[in-house]
T-cell receptor, first 114, second 111 residues
Framework: ETGVTQTPRHLVMGMTNKKSLKCEQH?????MYWYKQSAKKPLELMFV???????ENNSVPSRFSPECPNSSHLFLHLHTLQPEDSALYLC?????????????FGPGTRLTVT | GQQVMQIPQYQHVQEGEDFTTYCNSS?????IQWYKQRPGGHPVFLIQ?????EVKKQKRLTFQFGEAKKNSSLHITATQTTDVGTYFC???????????FGTGTRLKVLA
């Protein structure tokens, strides 16, 4: 247990569905991240939030919409996804975005788009 | 854009043999972190290097940051089956909040 939880752990959705991924951290951290991990590709940073404010959007398609209502919670809203969006989506948190604090990862949500 | 490459992509070793993975960035880094991801698991932080030429050790693991702060290595002495997993480096460029993860090296240890 790293103090970062993600729900659901597995999700199968059609291309016309709308779903949301949830991440919660119990570590008192100020920064939260969404990563995408596909087979045979490195971890891709999607979004960074620091003190609830988005500090990084790594050219992510608009069918992925993040939401950070407070420093402990992070959501990723999904709509009209494509099969190539199937991947492991990892949430992480760190004390701060600066000065290289270590990131604590959640267990991930395995997403399959049919 | 910035890239972080790791070699080798895969490595199979006999238990007891040594293992090294190398991380190379296209740009100078302010710091570099190393993570381990067990099969079916999530990345777990191992260590962070900040200074040019820095060397850190954790039991059988030795981490090194290059003098130019563009490359790094992780060396495992006398591998054990518990070392199985994928090792990632992640580099941070000054002035950004964006860690760029390397392509990873998947280690398999044969008993």
């Amino acid at each position: 247990e790293t103090g970062v939880t993600q729900t659901p752990r597995h999700l199968v959705m059609g291309m016309t569905n709308k779903k949301s991924l949830k991440c919660e951290q119990h570590l008192g951290h100020n920064a939260m991240y969404w990563y995408k991990q596909s087979a045979k590709k490195p971890l891709e940073l999607m979004f960074v939030y620091n003190f609830k404010e988005q500090t990084e959007n790594n050219s992510v398609p608009s069918r992925f919409s993040p939401e950070c209502p407070n420093s402990s919670h992070l959501f990723l809203h999904l709509h009209t996804l494509q099969p190539e969006d199937s991947a492991l989506y990892l949430c992480a948190s760190s004390q701060d975005v600066e000065a290289g604090y270590e990131q604590y990862f959640g267990p991930g949500t395995r997403l399959t788009v049919t | 854009g910035q890239q972080v490459m790791q070699i080798p992509q895969y490595q199979h070793v006999q238990e007891g043999e040594d293992f090294t993975t190398y991380c190379n960035s296209s740009t100078t880094l302010s710091n570099i972190q190393w993570y381990k991801q067990r099969p079916g698991g999530h990345p777990v932080f191992l260590i962070q290097l900040v200074k040019s030429g820095e060397v850190k050790k954790q039991k059988r693991l030795t981490f090194q940051f290059g003098e130019a702060k563009k490359n790094s290595s992780l060396h495992i002495t006398a591998t054990q089956t518990t070392d199985v997993g994928t090792y990632f480096c992640a580099g941070l460029t000054s002035g950004t909040y964006k860690y760029i993860f390397g392509t990873g090296t998947r280690l398999k240890v044969l008993a």
